[in-house]
């Protein structure tokens, strides 16, 4: 049985970005891999959609000039062939202000012949949002008139 490439991907993304060591994870992405961080775009401007390798790149990149993953751990996992949806807890420090941040997010990848050819993230960006303002966000009370 072979290794699936999530598994390599996961580990060469986390490599990326503590060590900056991008070679590896160069090799697992395909050229026109599709990639979606799904998250306040207007507070963290590498998140959003990107098409293409280089792309793709740019943005891990910028997530290894701004953080680095202390640990994380997979909630819940589900492999199929040539695709992987996961539940996933990070610990990770902002570089800038020596800040922990926790967050959860939902992973969905496809992968073509060991490539990565497309990626969607959803992050819990209430709580993300929470930590980088530094406090609680107080919503209005919903009621119902009856």
Do not use: C
């Not at 790149?57 to 040539?82: C, H, K, P, T, W």
């Amino acid at each position: 049985m072979t290794e699936h490439s999530l598994w390599r991907f996961s580990r060469a993304l986390h490599r990326a970005i503590n060590d900056r060591h991008f070679e590896d994870i160069e090799a697992l992405i395909d050229e026109d891999v599709e990639w979606a961080l799904y998250g306040p775009i207007d507070m963290f401007p590498f998140l959003g959609a990107r098409q293409g390798k280089d792309a793709v790149l740019d943005v891990i990149r910028q997530l290894a000039d701004n953080f680095q993953v202390r640990r994380f751990d997979r909630e819940s996992i589900m492999l199929g062939v040539d695709s992987a949806a996961s539940m996933l807890r990070y610990s990770l420090t902002a570089l800038d202000s020596n800040k922990p941040i926790s967050l959860r997010v939902a992973q969905f990848a496809q992968f073509r012949a060991g490539k990565l050819i497309s990626m969607r993230v959803l992050i819990d960006t209430f709580d993300l949002i929470e930590q980088a303002l530094g406090r609680a966000i107080h919503l209005p009370k919903m009621t119902s008139v009856g």
